[in-house]
């Protein structure tokens, strides 16, 4: 596992992310099924899919907001998307 604080290499790519800090209590899970997943040896959780609409943010900011070990982070920076045509 990375040095603790660590952004995790398998966060899906985007705004909000798990850092290495995480201890595996698997709240985050409880709170945003869709976006997290744990990791093989279930010793942690990340970022499985970033969220898809509104309710899906919320979930994410809940779980952010009752995660004992605050290791779920955003950095502020939504993903770019293409404009349709």
């Known amino acids: 596992m990375a040095m603790p604080g660590t952004r995790l290499e398998e966060n899906a ?5 798990v850092t290495s800090d995480c201890n ?3 709240i ?3 709170y ?3 976006s997290f997943m744990y990791s093989n040896d279930s ?3 990340y970022i ?5 609409d509104e309710r899906e943010e919320q979930d994410i900011r809940k779980a ?3 995660c004992p070990m605050n290791c779920i982070k955003d950095d502020g920076v939504a ?3 293409m404009p349709s045509m």
Do not use: I
Request: hydrophobic share 30%.
């Open 48 to 52: 499985y899919q970033q969220p898809a």
């Open 32 to 34: 945003a099924v869709l």
């Open 24 to 26: 595996g209590c698997g």
């Open 43 to 45: 010793s942690y959780y």
């Open 28 to 30: 985050c899970f409880s």
């Open 13 to 17: 790519p985007g705004r909000y992310y």
């Open 64 to 66: 952010m907001e009752v």
């Open 79 to 81: 993903d770019l998307q």
